[in-house]
């Protein structure tokens, strides 16, 4: 037994370093692509990909079922919502998907007994969500489309011309889905059926000219039943800051009331012409938002910003920009233990995994980093597009 422990020992010895997690990406030149990352995170590879056509344009990964959720953002051809089973080493197998009316940006679960029920996509030039029940198939049509109105232009009449709606979320009890609006300057929320049917109930107005787009929630850690807060945070792509709001509720609706906007720059900055604050993330006290363009690290390298959450009713405060390795970072995911940030850069086209102190929040240095599929051009909508870990 001794000889043969050994024996077992030298050959696990011998083996090539072992695969501990992966991440998925998706990238406009219609591709989704499984990446393996390295046991001790110094290296990434390509272990497998699929070929969707079409414009890939976020992934939503639903890590209890494992099951990836694809948006389309073509606008033409046969422009469909898919559903992949996500296998060993993040291999994925089709699981069915729906034809759309095309320009799908953005997806998320909403619904049904455990909040996965339904799934919402944001058509931003469309200036609508669309609803369907899960799981798709090629027979499915949607739950809900609607379509949004405004009376006018907002502030910014080059990006607010008409309502643009750029995600859906869920809130934390599952009763309600929001949607920012880039375009409207609005948070539109929505009250969910049993059946998944939206009932609209009063939008919560955002800072003008602010351009909300994307957004999380965030409660303290020791809420009680009694003492419950919960705050949403989002993030303005126009004014390149991040607004919270307190999160009420009465018998019929979700209320929001704005709190504090902050810039996701440095006090007294003023952010390069043409950046674009893009995705938000909140983990435990902190949040993490992502300059598009801003080129604060060089001609190649955006930043990403770090705010701290500085008390149980949600207060927050800019601490840092840090230096994202990437060009245009678009997408990000923390993987599950909270020590590595995953980021996308869209036009360089490429995947950056970060060290982060699970205590500070403060991001590190590059531990790995690869070039997915054709790099992006400047200004234009191609490169990578979504990015979620698998573990």
């Known amino acids: 037994m001794p000889h043969q422990s050994l024996t077992r020992a030298l050959l696990l010895a011998l083996l090539p370093t072992a695969l501990s997690s992966s991440i998925i990406v998706s ?38 079922t494992k099951t990836l959720y694809v948006t389309d953002e073509s606008w033409f051809g046969s422009t469909k919502l898919s559903a992949w089973s996500v296998g060993e080493g993040a291999a994925l197998t089709a699981a069915g998907q729906a ?32 609803t369907y029940s899960l799981p798709l198939t ?10 949004f109105t405004m009376s006018g232009p907002g502030p910014r009449p080059d990006r607010q011309d008409a309502p643009h709606p750029h995600s859906t979320l869920s809130d934390p009890t599952g009763g309600y889905l929001l949607v920012p609006d880039l ?38 850690a020791d809420a009680t039943a009694d003492t419950d807060i919960t705050i949403l945070y989002t993030v303005n792509e126009i004014a390149n800051s991040v607004t919270s709001w307190d999160v009420s509720y009465d018998s019929d609706c979700l209320t929001l009331t704005q709190k504090d906007t902050v810039s996701t720059f440095p006090a ?4 390069r012409s043409g950046s674009k604050a893009a995705e938000i993330l909140v983990r ?70 970060l060290e982060r102190d699970v205590e500070t929040g403060r991001l590190g240095g590059v531990l790995a980093k690869l070039q997915v599929g054709r790099l992006g051009r400047e200004g234009e909508e191609d490169g990578l597009s979504g990015i979620a870990w698998s573990e």
């Open 138 to 147: 090629p027979s499915s049509t949607p739950l809900d489309t609607l379509k």
């Open 183 to 220: 375009g409207a300057d609005l948070v539109r929320i929505f009250a969910i059926s049993a059946s998944g049917k939206l009932t609209a109930c009063p939008a919560a107005a955002a800072p003008p000219g602010s351009g909300p787009r994307h957004a999380a929630f965030w409660g303290p």
């Open 284 to 353: 435990d006290n902190f949040i993490y938002v992502s300059n598009r363009w801003d080129k604060t690290f060089g001609q190649t390298s955006d930043s990403i910003a770090l705010f701290n959450i500085t008390s149980p009713q949600g207060d927050f405060e800019f601490v840092e920009l840090a230096d994202s390795g990437a060009n245009f970072p678009r997408t990000m995911d923390l993987n599950a233990k909270g020590d590595m940030l995953a980021v996308g850069g869209q036009t360089s086209s490429d995947v950056v995994v």
């Open 268 to 271: 007294g900055e003023t952010p």
């Open 99 to 130: 034809p759309t009316r095309g320009g799908e940006l953005h997806c998320s679960l909403f619904g049904g007994a455990d909040g996965k029920g339904f799934i919402a996509a944001s058509q931003y030039g469309g200036g609508s969500i669309i």
């Open 27 to 64: 990238h406009f030149e219609g591709t989704v692509y499984s990446l393996a990352l390295s046991d001790d995170a110094s290296e990434l590879s390509v272990s497998s990909q699929v070929q969707l056509g079409g414009m890939p344009s976020w992934v939503t990964l639903d890590k209890e």
